[in-house]
Each structure stands twice: as structure tokens, then as C-alpha cells.
């Protein structure tokens, strides 16, 4: 079978985006889910503009049809390669009338002059030999199977492949569900190793690696969609965010893999921040969001030097400390790695702290515009009463940081005994949050709220009451969504000078590109890149 994409090699209908210069042969197909027939075809428009490769046209969520009639102006008006799906409600579509008017419809569009059509596994065997001998040449009829529940074995995926491939697909196509993101790495094994051109993709936000790296492990196509929510399956990336955001046409076998581990992860901005300045570079990297439930599992699954490092947020970055093969001492007595390189020589793994650089250095600055400090030689920390709110990843990394510069510290949190903990371990003084309110032993003290209090979507939330903000000369938030958090903006109405946990975040992020390229951090780049977020 010709395992070649035929797009790419008989230039069929080309995308005219600069394709000479992909690095990956991999297509990128926008689904197109519309009730009318007009509206398909202003989809189809708009998928030629953002360059997609091919359109998957979804002929069950049209409300009128007539088939003959609208199939004809449907493969006409399309200016890219057409791709007919018919899905039935049995396999998570929307059609649910007449078998055999279903399969007659696809045929139909194949005689038209398809360029691809979908058919299920279920009844390709009898749909492929109902048509063998009138298929035209250029016609490739993709066999699908849907499971909307988990992601089988590796030896049930095989299969699986198996049996799609003895129904006389053009291509297999198996789209399963993530219940835990280590469950792609099924499909990569799978993918990478098929002999006939396959479409493995994976669904949900657990799943969403799968859409992005299967250019690199030789997916046969992807699907991006033309506006965020618009999907026919769950966990669907935009067209615009393969383009922008991953650098979709420049991944390839050697492209490294980096990537937040959180829980929850999408809100975070650290893929845009990387992937813009590797690709300025040149660096052959890809930076991804991993929605990690368990960091052991994720990183013994993901053990090969192609996934190269990553940073990690709420709530493994303790976690994290026991997951590495050595661990900074900083890190260490902080008890939080935020930073984990892969070494590419030995497969090992480093764990670094970067937050308390970007943290402390951020409020030293705000600490020196507020008294007009010039001097760079001694921190303004040194003898300051400092309070942290929290006593997790970021809490331990600021409360040690201070410490380090010669600050007073004070750690509540809303579960006492973690904030003496924390307390005795850097030599301060320990509060609940709900004594917060009333801790005001001095004037211009230090605050950095180091918990999610605040954080989108619940921006109405603050950890500390306005009026016992007019005790602090300097206010600072780990939160940077939104970039002016509730306390922030209180704070500042109370007459303190405020710092963004955007500061801290641009700040960590130097560290981190530094360990993960061994190139110098594009400093401007960054504060030009999260300006615009
Ligand atoms: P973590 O290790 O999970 O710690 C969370 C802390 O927040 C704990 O002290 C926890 O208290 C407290 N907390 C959580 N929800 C709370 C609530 N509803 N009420 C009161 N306290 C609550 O998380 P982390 O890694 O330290 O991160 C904390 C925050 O810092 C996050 O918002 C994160 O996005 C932000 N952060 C920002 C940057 C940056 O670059 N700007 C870097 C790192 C982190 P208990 O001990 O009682 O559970």
C-alpha cells in the first residue's frame, strides 16, 4: 500500500502556505459542522485562508439535504481537497435515519469526486466491496473506529489496525479517549509503527498532545478547527493555535518535546511564551500543555530524551522533588521543583527551582521603586517583615527566598500546621489565614499571596481583607490571571506598591528556557510575548 500522503507528493490541491517548508507531511483538516449548505461553503472559505490542507465536511449536522443537488455544489465550491463524513448516532454522529441511504450518500460523493470519504469499521467490509471496481483513482476511503470511552491496550490497538486494514482502507483511523494522558502514548507507539497510513488521535483535554505530536511520530492527518468550541470531537486545537501557537508545520522526528505539567493546565500561558521563542531561534522544540493527573506514571511513561523537559505547576511541584534523579540542593530544602530537564546524554532527570528567583528578584524591584533604592549590591528584603500567604510550591520558594535575603518571615495558610511547618524550617513565625486580618505588628511590611486565591475564573475571591492591606508597603501575587488580581488592585487603592505574578512568571521562565535550550533567555521577547496576553 502507498503509505505516501498524496496531497503532498501529487500536489493535488496544495495548500499555498509556504508548504515547501514543512517539516512534516502531516495534514491538517478542518472539520466543517454546519446546518446549511451556505454556511459549509463560507466554512470552506475560511479554511482556505487559515491554510488548512483539507476540510472534513459533516454531512450530519446539515438540517436540509438533497443530496444529489447539494454534494455537487459542495465538491465545487470547495477550493481544498473534500473529505465526506456521514456519522450516525451509533458512532457519536448525528444521523439517524436509513442505513443504506447513508452508504448510497457516500458513494455518491465518491462519484462526484470526493477526495476522501469516511466510513465506519463497523460496516466498511460491505461498503468497500459494494464499490470495488466503480472507486475512482484518486478516491482514499478512510476506515474509522470511535471509542468514546478509554484508550485499549497497545496489543487490542493493534488489532484493531489490523482489522481496519483487512477491510481495504486507504487509511485507518482510530480516535480513542484519554482518561489519563499517559493513554497517548499508546497511540504514538501505534503510529509510529503502522505500515499503512494512520490517524490516531485522542480525545479530550487529556488527549490534546495527540493532536499536535502526531506530526512528529507520522500521523497521517490532524484536525483544527476554525473557531475555538466549534468541534466535532473533544479536545479539537484550533487551526490558528496549530499554526501560532505549536509551529505545527516545523515539527518533525527530531523535534524535542517540553511541556507544563498541572492540574488543572490550560490556563496557562507558558507554551506561548516558549514556542515564540523557540521558533525565533530556531530551536527544534515544541512546548505543550499536559493535564497530569499522576507526575510518577506520566514521567515513567514518557521516558524517552524526545520529551526533554518540562516545567510543573499545581499541584506536583512537591511531587516533583521525589520523581527526579537529582535534585538541586536549593530545590531540595525549598522542597518544590518547578523545573525538570531530561538529560540527553543518559535519559536522567534534573530538578531545579526557578520560582523563587523570579519571585524574590520582582519584589526586590518593587521594593526599590517604592524607596527609591538604587543600590543593587544589598537587598531590600534584608530586615523587612515578610508575610506569605500559603505554604505549597510557590509558598516554601518565597518564604525561603525571603529568608535568604535576610527578611523576617511570617507564613499563614489556611491549614495552620503546613504554615508552622514552613515556619520552623526557615526560622519565622507561623499564623492561620483567618488571623491574617488582624496581623499588623508593624507599618510596611511585605505580602505575597502565594495560594490560587484570585485566580480565574474566580477573580472575585481575595485572601486578605482591604483594610488590612494599609499595613504593607509592597504587595505581590503569584496569580497572573488575571495580571491585576482583586488583592493587587486593593492593595494598590490602600496605597501600596504592587507586583504581578507576571513579573515572578517572566522571571522563572529566563531560568527555565536557559536549562531547557542552553541558549540565552530572549528577555525581551518574553515581556513582549506575555504583554500581549
Ligand atoms: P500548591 O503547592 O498546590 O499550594 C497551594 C497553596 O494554596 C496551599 O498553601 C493551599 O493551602 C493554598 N490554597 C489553595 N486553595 C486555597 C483556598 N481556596 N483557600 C485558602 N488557601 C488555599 O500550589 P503552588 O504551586 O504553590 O501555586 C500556588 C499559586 O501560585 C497558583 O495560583 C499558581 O498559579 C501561582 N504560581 C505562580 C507563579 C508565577 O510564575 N507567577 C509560579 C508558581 C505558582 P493548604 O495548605 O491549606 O491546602
Aim: negative net charge; contains cysteine; aromatic residues 8%.
Amino acid at each position: 500500500m502507498d503509505t505516501a500522503n498524496p496531497l503532498l507528493v501529487s500536489g493535488l490541491k496544495m495548500a499555498g502556505d509556504g508548504s515547501e517548508m514543512r517539516k512534516n507531511p502531516t495534514l491538517i483538516c478542518v472539520p466543517i459542522m454546519a446546518d446549511s449548505i451556505d454556511k459549509m461553503v463560507a466554512d470552506m472559505a475560511k479554511a482556505k485562508a487559515s491554510n488548512a490542507d483539507l476540510v472534513e465536511i459533516r454531512l450530519d449536522s446539515l438540517k436540509n439535504f438533497n443530496p444529489f443537488e447539494d454534494l455537487k455544489v459542495l465538491i465545487k465550491e470547495c477550493p481544498l481537497p473534500t473529505l465526506f463524513t456521514y456519522r450516525p448516532v451509533w458512532e457519536g454522529g448525528m444521523y439517524d435515519g436509513d442505513e443504506k441511504e447513508r452508504l448510497d450518500v457516500l458513494q455518491l460523493a465518491m462519484e462526484l469526486g470526493a477526495d476522501y470519504i469516511d466510513v465506519e469499521l463497523k460496516v466498511a467490509h460491505e461498503f468497500i466491496k459494494s464499490i470495488n471496481g466503480k472507486k475512482p483513482e484518486k478516491i482514499k476511503v478512510i476506515v474509522s473506529s470511535h471509542n468514546y470511552q478509554n484508550t485499549p491496550s497497545v496489543e487490542a490497538l493493534g488489532n484493531l489496525v489490523a482489522k481496519i486494514q483487512s477491510t481495504g482502507a486507504d487509511i485507518v483511523k482510530i480516535a480513542t479517549t484519554a482518561v489519563d494522558i499517559t493513554d497517548v502514548a499508546r497511540i504514538f507507539q501505534i503510529t509510529v509503527h503502522s505500515q499503512v497510513p494512520i490517524i490516531g488521535l485522542v480525545m479530550g483535554e487529556r488527549g490534546l498532545i495527540s493532536r499536535i505530536l502526531c506530526a512528529k511520530f507520522g500521523g497521517y492527518l490532524t484536525f483544527g478547527t476554525l473557531e475555538p468550541g466549534v468541534i466535532s470531537a473533544p479536545g479539537q486545537p484550533t487551526i490558528k493555535d496549530l499554526f501560532d501557537l505549536y509551529n505545527f508545520r516545523q515539527l518533525g522526528p527530531d523535534t524535542k518535546v517540553y511541556g507544563i505539567i498541572g492540574k488543572p493546565v490550560g490556563h496557562s500561558k507558558s507554551p506561548m511564551l516558549y514556542n515564540e521563542a523557540f521558533k525565533s531561534a530556531g530551536f527544534n522544540g515544541v512546548f505543550v500543555h499536559l493535564l497530569v493527573d499522576d507526575l510518577a506514571k506520566f514521567l515513567q511513561t514518557y521516558s524517552s530524551i524526545d520529551f526533554a523537559g518540562f516545567s510543573c505547576t499545581i499541584p506536583h511541584k512537591e511531587a516533583a522533588v521525589k520523581c527526579c534523579d537529582e535534585v538541586d540542593p536549593i530545590a531540595k530544602s525549598i522542597g518544590a521543583v518547578n523545573c525538570i530537564v531530561r538529560s540527553q546524554s543518559d535519559g536522567k532527570l534534573f530538578g531545579y527551582n526557578t520560582d523563587y528567583i523570579g519571585a524574590i528578584s520582582a519584589i526586590e524591584d518593587g521594593l526599590r521603586a517604592r524607596y527609591n533604592i538604587s543600590s543593587i549590591t544589598s537587598s531590600p528584603l534584608a530586615g523587612k517583615l515578610f508575610v506569605v500567604i500559603g505554604a505549597g510550591g510557590a509558598g516554601k520558594a518565597l518564604a525561603y527566598g525571603a529568608k535568604q535575603k535576610g527578611a523576617r518571615v511570617v507564613v499563614a495558610n489556611r491549614t495552620y500546621e503546613r504554615a508552622r511547618e514552613l515556619a520552623d524550617v526557615v526560622g519565622g513565625d507561623a499564623l492561620s489565614l483567618d488571623d491574617l486580618a488582624c496581623f499588623h505588628p508593624e507599618e510596611g511590611m511585605v505580602l505575597a499571596n502565594t495560594t490560587s486565591i484570585g485566580m480565574q475564573p474566580k477573580i472575585d475571591e481575595t485572601p486578605i481583607p482591604k483594610n488590612a492591606l494599609k499595613y504593607y508597603s509592597v504587595v505581590f501575587d503569584a496569580v497572573y490571571t488575571p495580571k491585576i488580581t482583586r488583592m493587587l488592585q486593593e492593595a494598590e487603592e490602600a496605597g501600596a506598591t504592587i507586583v504581578s505574578g507576571l513579573e515572578m512568571f517572566i522571571g522563572q521562565a529566563y531560568e527555565q528556557y536557559e536549562r531547557f535550550t542552553g541558549l540565552p533567555a530572549p528577555k525581551e521577547q518574553f515581556r513582549r510575548t506575555m504583554s500581549k496576553y
